[in-house]
């Protein structure tokens, strides 16, 4: 999510730390600390310099409970400030993991440094701006959990509780002590996998009833060949700039950023072949760490907050609605917006993670989560992504976002009590990705989707936006093609 829009004053010290970070993550710094609990004998290669050898893993990231998700019945009139307040939780998190990399020497010669200098200050901060979301939302006349205030409290995560392959990670370029990436915060050797050398995993879909919704319905908007980015993010972060702390590939409309509105999004123009098709398809980049920098090496959301390395454009984006195994479909509703996957996996677990990486020719057998593919000769990497298929009938958007939709249950396609089947969108997307190169534990030429900085890249963040806005009455013909089991583009 993204930065305060209100001015305060930045004391020269925070400008300090802040500058530091941003060499640090701009190019290719040491992210992460040595937290230990007593010092040991010198270790002149981790630093380069007079430090310690830590007895204890090395810390690499902040971990603070996502309070947005536990939010469910915030107010109208309070969600634009509670949305404010939530995005500051973010720019939090944010500053603080840019200081954890910014002060590696002062961790190294204080054990309490982490815990006196940035996780014990965030914690503090957490609190009032979890507190400021309860007088907004108290003022609008409802109701508070009062356990929310229990979240303000942040850890740290060290190198075997963020590795995906459970063992030591390392970086590449060189660095000693580093954890991986052009940027120094990822991706890692571990969060890699051969596709040829992983088991099928693919499960069977549910079985048609006789009522099913078998149409598809495609929408063809392009690739982004014209380079429509934004680090904004409207559904989570409205009036943010920079709310998502990294890059989006925008398709569809194309005036959509931090302070888009229902009004602007009908007159935002499209890159549809329907002219009737102004929904807003938006999704992080993906990057390759060669070597080589993009246009934001030095912006926020970009280098500066480790997004870093050369911007891919998909060769293919494949966007398509389908009906339900179940029964029949009803229109979307204008306006609806669907986060799908959690931008947030390697501090909230993957509870809702809907990421799907593989490799053309492969995508029948093998769907990962928690790997980036390395494809074979010939082969290209492919994210898809399934976004929930049931409304609840009233809401195009709720307080965290989700509960106004849900996932069909896998076994039978069927919603939940009192949701509605409405058409599900899916998305392909193919890119022409140099394989990286995995040697003596280290990896060369990484790809990586863009992420917030704390989260480190993993594949199982990755995770894709959407807000459903036709005209002429293509939502209704869209779920009319998809009920009459027709083929549509």
């Known amino acids: 999510m993204g930065r305060n829009t209100r001015k305060r004053r930045t004391p020269p010290a925070a400008k300090a730390i802040a500058a530091a970070a941003a060499l640090a993550l701009g190019g290719g710094g040491l992210l992460w600390a040595n937290f230990h609990a007593s010092a040991h004998e010198p270790d002149q290669r981790a630093w380069g310099g007079n430090a310690t050898k830590a007895a204890t893993a090395r810390v690499v990231t902040v971990s603070c409970p996502d309070v947005g998700q536990r939010l469910t019945n915030v107010p109208e009139p309070a969600r634009q400030g509670v949305a404010r307040e939530l995005a500051d939780l973010d720019r939090q998190i944010t500053e603080a993991y840019a200081r954890l990399a910014a002060t590696r ?6 054990p309490g440094f982490v815990r006196n200098a940035i996780v014990g200050p965030l914690g503090e901060k957490r609190a009032a701006t979890i507190d400021r979301i ?19 409290p942040c850890a740290t995560r060290n190198t075997n509780q963020t590795d995906a392959g459970g063992g030591q990670q390392q970086n590449n370029g060189g660095q000693q002590g580093g954890i991986g990436g052009q940027a120094g915060n990822g991706p890692v ?30 929408t063809r908007c392009g690739v982004n060949a014209n380079k429509n980015h934004n ?5 989570v972060a409205p009036g943010v700039t920079n709310g998502a702390h990294h890059l989006h590939d925008y398709v569809g409309n194309q005036k959509v950023d931090a302070f888009a509105s229902n009004r602007t999004l009908l007159r935002g123009g499209t890159s549809c072949r329907n002219r009737g098709d102004l929904s807003s398809y938006y ?27 050369r911007i891919l454009t998909p060769v293919q984006a494949e966007i398509k609605y389908v009906g339900s195994p179940a029964g029949k479909v009803v229109a979307m509703p204008r306006f609806l917006r669907i986060i799908t996957g959690d931008a947030k996996t390697t501090t909230n677990g993957t509870a809702n993670a809907n990421a799907h990486w593989s490799c053309t020719g492969f995508e029948n057998k093998v769907q990962l989560t928690d790997r980036y593919p390395i494809c074979p000769q010939g082969s290209e990497v492919v994210r898809s992504f399934a976004f929930q298929s049931c409304w609840d009938g009233q809401n195009t958007d709720s307080a965290n976002h989700r509960t106004h939709v849900a996932f069909a249950d896998p076994a039978s396609g069927v919603c939940p009590n009192g949701f509605k089947a409405i058409p599900q969108l899916t998305m ?6 140099p394989p990286p190169v995995i ?31 036709t005209t002429n009455g293509l939502a209704g013909r869209i779920a009319d093609c998809l009920n009459r089991g027709l083929d549509c583009a």
């Open 134 to 152: 309860r007088i907004g939302i108290q003022r609008a006349g409802g109701s508070f959990d009062n356990a929310l205030k229990q979240l303000a």
């Open 231 to 235: 680090t904004d993010n409207v559904i």
């Open 428 to 433: 392909r997307l193919v890119y022409a990705v």
């Open 439 to 469: 040697r003596n534990g280290q990896v060369k030429n990484a790809y990586a989707v863009d992420g917030f900085p704390e989260q480190l890249h993993k594949p199982a963040t990755d995770h894709d936006d959407f807000i459903s806005v």
């Open 189 to 218: 050797a571990a969060d890699f996998v051969d596709i040829t050398k992983v088991a099928p995993n693919v499960q069977g879909t549910p079985r048609r009833t006789g009522d099913a919704s078998t149409g598809t319905f495609t």
């Open 105 to 110: 020497n002062a961790q190294a010669k204080d």
């Open 283 to 309: 999704w992080p980049v993906v990057r390759v760490q060669d070597g080589t920098r993009d246009f934001d090496q030095n912006a926020d959301g970009g280098g500066r907050e480790g997004n870093a390395g």
